[in-house]
């Protein structure tokens, strides 16, 4: 065996334990709760030690923390490739948007993993976690610039609109939804969906012109792209 191929082999290794151990972390937080799954029952659900698992993340928020982060940062080189929609109701792109984030968000981890993580940024905001948490919440109102900038947006009164406030705005409207969602185990996606275009379709409508409303469109650097 090549001498180069070995540490390429031993990293390839690592990141399959890696995996391992995120992988059974995140069912075994949603079978028995956070708080509830130790750390030595990861290491004997993936076959490893207990140092092994504090090597890799120091700590069970650690686990939590790389789930939540590489989970979000995958969803969210994923929506970057979505198809774009146009020429459809605002309302609908918005809601298109934030129905995604928010079946991502399940994908990702359990309603009960995203319930600890919320409370915990409430308990103990001075924690690693609950910084982690809210630079997650950073990043996600980021990709919601991304994805809103490519349009043409005109408002009633004629001046431009400034998308990071859009995107802030539109995020506050949709937490609500999202955490009724993650705490109210008979809500489904469809049920959050109606709460959330109940809650932006007013915001909307006082905002930007009836055309931006009806037939939004793509930016004219969008089309030329």
């Known amino acids: 065996m090549p ?6 082999l031993r990293d390839r290794k690592k990141a ?23 750390i030595a029952d990861i290491a004997e659900a993936c076959d490893v030690s207990a140092p092994t ?8 928020d650690g686990i939590l923390v790389a789930l939540v982060e590489e989970g979000t940062q995958r969803k969210r ?5 979505r198809p774009r929609l146009e020429g459809v109701p605002l309302a609908t792109i918005v809601l298109d ?6 079946q991502e968000t399940l994908d990702i981890a359990s309603r009960r993993v995203w319930r600890y993580a919320e409370a915990a940024v409430i308990r103990r905001p001075e924690t690693n976690l609950s910084e982690r948490f809210r630079d997650t919440s950073h990043l996600l109102i980021e990709s919601i610039v991304e994805r809103l900038q490519i349009y ?12 990071n406030y859009l995107s802030s705005v539109l995020y506050d ?10 705490t109210d185990p008979q809500m489904t996606l469809a049920d959050h969906d109606a709460m959330l275009l109940q809650r932006i379709t ?3 409508t006082y905002v930007f012109d009836d055309s931006t409303l009806t037939a939004t469109r793509l930016s004219r650097t969008e089309k030329r792209a």
Not at 77 to 81: D, K, M, P
Request: net charge negative; with cysteine.
């Open 97 to 102: 948007l934030f129905s995604e984030v928010s």
């Open 173 to 182: 409207l949709w937490m609500p939804c999202y955490l009724n969602l993650i």
């Open 152 to 163: 043409e947006l005109h408002t009633r009164t004629g001046t431009p609109m400034d998308i």
């Open 3 to 8: 001498q180069d191929a070995e540490p390429g």
């Open 77 to 81: 080189e994923r929506g970057s490739r």
């Open 53 to 60: 698992i504090f090597n890799y993340f120091g700590s069970k």
């Open 16 to 38: 399959r334990r890696r995996d391992d151990i995120i992988a059974a972390a995140i069912e075994l937080f949603g079978k028995k709760g956070v708080d509830a799954t130790t």
């Open 202 to 204: 007013p915001f909307l």
